[in-house]
């Protein structure tokens, strides 16, 4: 076997370890609400997630998969670019595995897109990016979050409004139940727009090392690509499934205290921003807008001095590090492959 095909292979495995490492960065995003309302144990909630997670595949086509896959000028067929694509996700899952451990829930999807740009540029220098992609991406930093944030503040305040006359306890009982519905939901929108970021950095590589032609879309129905679908909503859940637990108690319990009614309106409004953007092409960040969502709902049920700003401070420095943090590291591991390789 020689050494391109070696790499090839390689690159595809150290992608889909990225996808486990997104689900298990990111399992927080989908089960903190549920979790630190008491609705689910732990290790209950995170198989809940993942099995949503999986078949959010059949429900949302690949069009966030497609924006990824063109966000590098990658015209025809190239091995420089596996190595490009390589040092991308080296430098994500590096990114990834030091807010985790940080106990910080900062952006897969972004932390992807920084690590890839930072590649690429090291490589070809910024003619290579598709600025109007990365733009669009850059926006949605801000309007993702910006979004949740007032999903989450008018649902919940829709909720405090219609159930004002009821008893607590009654109120209480409804939306533990409720939230196993809402976490549903918002699993879905997780995986549909988190596992298409990795299917589309496995469609880009296809295409550098020429095995699919440029405008090849990913689908169910192709023998030929049906593979990268399932090989990615199956490593997302994988890790959603193993992982997650110390961000959770940042996202859940850190920020605000949660009620039932508050978990539920936090990823009702999270579930309908992301399925918004997943149908609009859009790569988002989930920790974003459930951070956000959680912080609307937490305006209503508390106020706002009493969010807990200084945790709140930490995570949007996190999110603000992360595309130029992930696209150095990106960078540098190009650098390093050409130099060693």
Known sequence: ????????????????AFDVI????????????VVSTRVLKPHIAVLWAAFFNFIAMLIFAPRVADTIARILKIEAADPIYVW????????????DIFTWWLTLPTSSSHALIGGLAGAGIAYEGFDILRYDLLLTTA???VLSPLIGFVGGFVIMT????????????????????????????????????????????????????????????????????????????????LGTAIGGWRIVKTMGMGITSLKPVGGFSAETAGALSLYFATASGIPVSTTHTITASIIGVGTVTTSFSRIKW??????????????????????????????IF
Request: proline share 1%; hydrophobic share 55%; net charge positive.
């Open 158 to 237: 829709l909720n405090a409004l219609l159930l004002r006359k009821q008893h607590p306890q009654k109120i209480d009982n409804f939306f533990r139940k409720g939230q196993l519905v809402s976490a549903a939901l918002y699993s879905i929108g997780h995986g549909a727009n988190d596992a298409q970021k990795t299917m589309g950095v496995i469609l880009a590589l296809l295409l550098a090392s020429g095995v699919v032609e440029k405008g090849t879309q990913l689908s169910l129905t192709s023998l030929s690509t049906a593979w990268v679908i399932v090989a990615c909503h199956f490593c997302l859940a």
């Open 22 to 33: 997104n689900g298990f960065h990111d399992a927080a995003n989908s089960i903190a609400t």
């Open 84 to 95: 490009v694509i390589l040092s991308g996700l080296i430098g994500a899952i590096i990114w």
């Open 310 to 339: 200084g945790i709140a401070t930490r995570i949007v420095w996190a999110w603000i590090l992360t595309l130029p943090a992930a696209a150095l590291v990106g960078g540098v591991c190009f650098y390093l492959t050409q130099a």
């Open 1 to 16: 076997m020689n050494c391109g095909i070696c790499i090839f292979i390689v690159t595809i495995l150290i992608a889909l």
């Open 139 to 141: 926006l949605f930093i």
